[in-house]
């Protein structure tokens, strides 16, 4: 059998990293991993689906529920789907949604009982892209992701991320603790005459800037790829 032709009947691509040059030659075993990376996304997105049927199954099929504002007993409207995104894959969710008129408020049962985020990235990913972002430039981080989890991420959802959770951070937040400060200057001064200058370094936070400083720029603009992270040296 040709070996295209039987790579093809057993469900192998040809490219399981994509057509883009990256599929690398690592053996048979190499495209037997490659396959089932490239195919583990819907392998186990269908498994973490089976663990929601079998554990939160009532409101999977939920008919009747209580106003969590007024107790008000409410019946389901309609079954709305939406797509949930994981770090091990992804899958569908169609479960039931509740309105009540005289709260005006709308809920899915299920959503909270999970803890979903309103994107469909859920917060595995969204932690693991804060983390990429903020220890690497958000093309190489982009690339990792892409090349551990088989899942395709832009820089700009990298960047956005980043952006989003580092927004309630400041300098002080990231920064080591004077205790820790104090420690690392007490290790660096023993058994020397001077003592050390400490100067900390913010390597593309999103620190203000003087207005006509020639790296500020308006809130929002694009095309800013800088890394969110600052760093210290002694
Ligand atoms: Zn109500």
């Known amino acids: 059998m040709p070996k295209r032709l039987e790579r093809a009947s057993l469900g192998i691509p040809e490219h399981p990293f994509g057509q883009d040059g990256r599929g690398l030659p690592y053996g048979e075993l190499g495209e037997i991993t490659g396959a089932i990376l490239a195919?583990?996304?819907a392998i186990l997105g269908e498994l973490a689906l089976g663990f929601v049927r079998k554990r939160f199954?009532?409101?999977?099929?939920?008919?009747?529920c209580a106003c969590p504002q007024c107790d008000?007993?409410?019946?389901?409207?309609?079954?709305h789907p939406r797509k949930l995104e994981t770090l091990i894959g992804s899958f569908p969710l169609e479960r039931p949604y509740?309105?009540?008129?005289?709260?005006?408020?709308?809920?899915?049962?299920?959503?909270?009982?999970?803890?979903?985020?309103?994107?469909?990235k859920q917060y595995d990913i969204q932690a693991l892209?804060?983390?990429?972002?903020?220890?690497?430039?958000?093309?190489?981080?982009?690339?990792?992701?892409?090349?551990?989890?088989?899942?395709?991420?832009?820089?700009?959802?990298?960047?956005d991320c980043a952006n989003r959770i580092g927004e309630s951070l400041g300098v002080l937040d990231v920064c080591p603790t004077k205790v820790e400060v104090e420690a690392r200057i007490a290790r660096l001064a023993l058994g020397k005459h001077r003592r050390p200058v400490m100067m900390m370094g913010i390597?593309?936070?999103?620190?203000?800037?003087?207005?006509?400083?020639?790296?500020?720029r308006p809130n929002?603009?694009?095309?800013?790829?800088?890394?969110?992270?600052?760093?210290e040296s002694i």
């Open 98 to 120: 509740f309105y009540c008129t005289a709260c005006e408020h709308g809920f899915y049962p299920l959503d909270e009982a999970l803890g979903l985020a309103s994107s469909a």
């Open 39 to 41: 195919n583990r996304s």
């Open 203 to 216: 390597d593309g936070a999103h620190a203000p800037l003087a207005p006509n400083h020639p790296l500020a």
């Open 72 to 79: 008000k007993q409410l019946r389901s409207r309609a079954r």
């Open 57 to 64: 199954g009532h409101l999977l099929e939920q008919e009747f």
């Open 220 to 231: 929002g603009a694009k095309g800013t790829t800088r890394r969110s992270k600052a760093s």
């Open 129 to 159: 892209e804060a983390w990429l972002g903020s220890e690497m430039p958000f093309e190489t981080a982009s690339e990792a992701y892409q090349r551990c989890t088989g899942n395709p991420m832009s820089t700009h959802h990298l960047h």
